[in-house]
């Protein structure tokens, strides 16, 4: 009898405000006090909003991502020929930059961390990281590869922000409140993160895995370059997909770590989106955003919020939806508010969405 091939996360690093390591994301969303502050580290003084969650000591993201991804293969127990032949999968805002264009950056990382595998890059915006996992956990089930690193990183700069500002998107009172009344918008936050996601050659090694990717789902809706489909549709499908591939009702889900970056349409959105998908269920099922605390990463959203989604599932304990003001009759949830909430579910959704229209769906497992 064939072993059916899954895709478990053997290591994982990530650095945000919250700090950095796996440790401090985990202490930093459970504790639920916001990481948000004065912008240090270009001027703001002609933007709207002059906050956002940043590290007080950064280096430039190519060092940012390679400490991540050699942190990443420590923490899996790869030596350096484990990490010969393996696939980089990079995640990264694909504008003009400071740095290197976002494939030469791949193949740099790869080379500098001993990755000798395909690179791939990923610069499809807040979706950006959660689609490469979902590609990642595609080979690996296949069979066409036994390990994948995944990265993802982005700092917040300049030129992101003032576009941000510009649109006001931002939240003018300094506070990301997702699902809540009086909800004002998204505040951007530094993500830096790398997962390196095995077959069953991660426990033939001796690496405990973390969590598994159960399922993944991917769906789009091109409602609008900018607003979300307001019933979720896209999103809906994507929830659907995930479950489908993990062969898992709905009523399996034991907590969602919800896109919800704080801004009017698309909470709401998000919350049709997981009554349509989830049904009835959708109204007991735990529900938080961590970007209330360590911000919207953009690119790296997807990665910095899958592993502190398997972390919180491992811990027994689901995060903290800060910023919370009370319910709001277009987001019916059940929202974690004031206090982190005790758990033993197994499983977990950790949903991302992004302008045009594309929606992601991970389902994390644990145990």
């Given at each position: 009898?064939?072993?059916?091939?899954?895709?478990q996360?053997?290591?994982?690093?990530?650095?945000?405000?919250?700090?950095?390591?796996?440790?401090?994301?985990?202490?930093?969303?459970?504790?639920?006090?916001?990481?948000?502050?004065?912008?240090?580290?270009?001027?703001?003084?002609?933007?709207?909003?002059?906050?956002?969650?940043?590290?007080?000591?950064?280096?430039?993201?190519?060092?940012?991502?390679?400490?991540?991804?050699?942190?990443?293969?420590?923490?899996?127990?790869?030596?350096?020929?484990?990490?010969?032949?393996?696939?980089?999968?990079?995640?990264?805002?694909?504008?003009?930059?400071?740095?290197?264009?976002?494939?030469?950056?791949?193949?740099?990382?790869?080379?500098?961390?001993?990755?000798?595998?395909?690179?791939?890059?990923?610069?499809?915006?807040?979706?950006?990281?959660?689609?490469?996992?979902?590609?990642?956990?595609?080979?690996?089930?296949?069979?066409?590869?036994?390990?994948?690193?995944?990265?993802a990183?982005?700092?917040?700069?300049?030129?992101?922000f003032?576009l941000?500002d510009?649109?006001?998107?931002?939240?003018?009172?300094?506070?990301?409140?997702?699902?809540?009344?009086?909800?004002?918008?998204?505040?951007?936050?530094?993500?830096?993160a790398?997962?390196?996601?095995e077959?069953?050659?991660?426990?033939?090694?001796?690496?405990?895995?973390?969590?598994?990717?159960?399922?993944?789902?991917?769906?789009?809706?091109?409602?609008?370059?900018?607003?979300?489909?307001?019933?979720?549709?896209?999103?809906?499908?994507?929830?659907?997909?995930?479950?489908?591939?993990?062969?898992?009702?709905?009523?399996?889900?034991?907590?969602?770590?919800?896109?919800?970056?704080?801004?009017?349409?698309?909470?709401?959105?998000?919350?049709?989106?997981?009554?349509?998908?989830?049904?009835?269920?959708?109204?007991?099922?735990?529900?938080?955003?961590?970007?209330s605390?360590?911000?919207?990463?953009?690119?790296?959203?997807?990665?910095?919020?899958?592993?502190?989604?398997?972390?919180?599932?491992?811990?027994?304990?689901?995060?903290?939806?800060?910023?919370?003001?009370?319910?709001?009759?277009?987001?019916?949830?059940?929202?974690?508010?004031?206090?982190?909430?005790?758990?033993?579910?197994?499983?977990?959704?950790?949903?991302?969405?992004?302008?045009?229209?594309?929606?992601?769906?991970l389902?994390?497992?644990?145990?």
């Amino acid at each position: 009898m064939v072993e059916a091939r899954v895709a478990q996360l053997t290591g994982v690093y990530a650095a945000s405000a919250l700090g950095r390591g796996a440790d401090a994301q985990l202490a930093g969303v459970l504790a639920g006090v916001p990481a948000f502050g004065p912008v240090g580290r270009f001027d703001t003084a002609a933007r709207r909003v002059t906050v956002a969650a940043t590290l007080p000591e950064v280096g430039p993201l190519p060092d940012e991502l390679a400490d991540a991804v050699d942190s990443a293969c420590r923490a899996a127990g790869l030596d350096r020929a484990q990490r010969a032949g393996c696939a980089l999968l990079l995640a990264v805002h694909g504008g003009p930059a400071a740095g290197p264009a976002p494939a030469v950056l791949a193949g740099q990382l790869a080379a500098r961390c001993g990755l000798s595998g395909h690179t791939r890059v990923y610069t499809s915006a807040c979706v950006s990281a959660s689609t490469a996992v979902a590609d990642a956990a595609a080979q690996i089930t296949r069979g066409d590869v036994e390990r994948v690193v995944v990265a993802a990183g982005y700092l917040v700069e300049p030129d992101q922000f003032a576009l941000f500002d510009a649109g006001r998107a931002l939240a003018a009172d300094g506070a990301v409140r997702p699902f809540s009344a009086g909800r004002r918008g998204l505040l951007l936050g530094d993500g830096v993160a790398a997962v390196v996601l095995e077959s069953s050659a991660g426990h033939r090694r001796g690496a405990e895995p973390l969590a598994t990717v159960a399922g993944w789902g991917r769906a789009g809706d091109a409602f609008h370059p900018c607003q979300p489909e307001p019933g979720g549709v896209g999103l809906a499908r994507a929830v659907d997909g995930a479950l489908r591939r993990a062969g898992l009702p709905p009523q399996a889900v034991g907590y969602v770590n919800a896109n919800a970056t704080g801004t009017a349409q698309s909470d709401a959105a998000e919350a049709a989106a997981l009554r349509r998908a989830l049904g009835g269920h959708a109204a007991r099922v735990p529900v938080s955003s961590t970007k209330s605390v360590h911000g919207h990463a953009l690119e790296a959203s997807g990665l910095l919020e899958l592993v502190v989604t398997a972390l919180a599932l491992r811990h027994g304990e689901l995060p903290v939806n800060a910023g919370w003001r009370g319910p709001d009759d277009s987001c019916p949830l059940n929202v974690v508010t004031g206090h982190p909430q005790k758990t033993e579910t197994t499983h977990a959704l950790t949903l991302n969405a992004a302008f045009g229209g594309a929606n992601t769906a991970l389902l994390v497992g644990v145990g």
